[in-house]
């Protein structure tokens, strides 16, 4: 399995707080990627990075932001939680653009 | 209308029976992927494909790019199968961002 570790695992938080979701791998894929997943919707893109420094906007980019300032580190920032971003959050990776993903564990976040 | 449909959204059947599950696409793609989510949420990719057919165990993968559809076959089916099966591809535009379809969800009834 590919080594991708998200943490928290799980997060309970309150609507206006700051949340970071982490990413982190040992494979030095060079693309990342931040899914978000609920009923009804599958998997929606809402961030992505194509190497250290290099972000860019999913379909669902809309109050969250992303770092990546190291190979192996990928993190999404929500500045200020809201109930509808009460989701499960899966960071994933690729060797290349057109390589499979591979998906981490999942994070389980809800605003209340 | 989709740009990504699976078909059937739900399928029961009996432990060692033939599974199919279709997905068809409407855009140019570069590959097709096929994932599987466990009950405990962990996503695994099953294949990656831009022609013809892949086996890996009892799963095989077949694409027609012609016809702009896939199909994962699942043989001796096992109640371990039981799964959410999702199929994405990546367009031909835009290797980043994968459409999504929205997952066959499979019971294998011992």
């Known amino acids: 399995d590919a080594g991708i570790t998200q943490s928290p695992r799980h997060k309970v938080t309150e609507t206006g707080t700051p949340v970071t979701l982490r990413c982190h791998q040992t494979e030095n894929h060079r693309y990342m990627y931040w899914y978000r997943q609920d009923p009804g919707h599958g998997l929606r893109l809402i961030h992505y990075?194509?190497?250290?420094?290099?972000?860019d906007k999913g379909e669902v980019s809309d109050g969250y932001s992303v770092s990546r300032s190291k190979t192996e580190d990928f993190l999404l920032t929500l500045e200020s939680a809201t109930s509808s971003q009460t989701s499960v959050y899966f960071c994933a990776i690729s060797e290349s653009a057109d390589s499979p993903l591979h998906f981490g564990n999942g994070t389980r976040l809800t605003v209340t | 209308k989709n740009e990504v449909e699976q078909s059937p959204q739900n399928l029961t059947a009996q432990e060692g029976e033939f599974i199919t599950i279709n997905c068809s696409y409407s855009v140019g793609i570069s590959a097709l992927h096929w994932l599987q989510q466990h009950p405990g949420g962990g996503i695994v990719s099953l294949f990656m494909l831009s022609s013809g057919k892949k086996k890996h165990g009892r799963l095989i993968a077949t694409i027609n790019i012609q016809e702009k559809h896939s199909s994962l076959h699942i043989t001796a089916s096992h109640p371990r199968d039981s799964a959410v099966y999702i199929c994405a591809v990546s367009r031909v535009d835009s290797n980043y961002q994968l459409i999504w379809g929205a997952g066959t969800k499979l019971i294998i009834k011992p």
């Open positions: 990075s194509y190497g250290v420094k290099d972000t």
